[in-house]
């Protein structure tokens, strides 16, 4: 039975974060900066990165 509470539009957007987050992970570059700032920078660089890939595909 379909479970009432869980918003399927929601639950999806969930899953896709979740696909993201992992294909971040898969990447094999780790974060190395020690700092927040840096590691903030290289987070937004990978992600920045991974959206030109898709965008390119």
């Known amino acids: 039975a379909h ?27 780790e974060i190395r900066s020690r700092s927040w700032h840096g590691q903030f920078r290289d987070l937004t660089r990978k992600c920045i990165v991974h959206n030109l890939e898709q965008a390119a595909s």
Do not use: C, H, P
Request: net charge negative; hydrophobic share 35%.
């Open 3 to 29: 479970n009432a509470r869980i918003d399927d539009d929601v639950y999806n957007q969930r899953s896709m974060s979740e696909t993201v987050f992992a294909m971040l992970k898969d990447d094999g570059d």
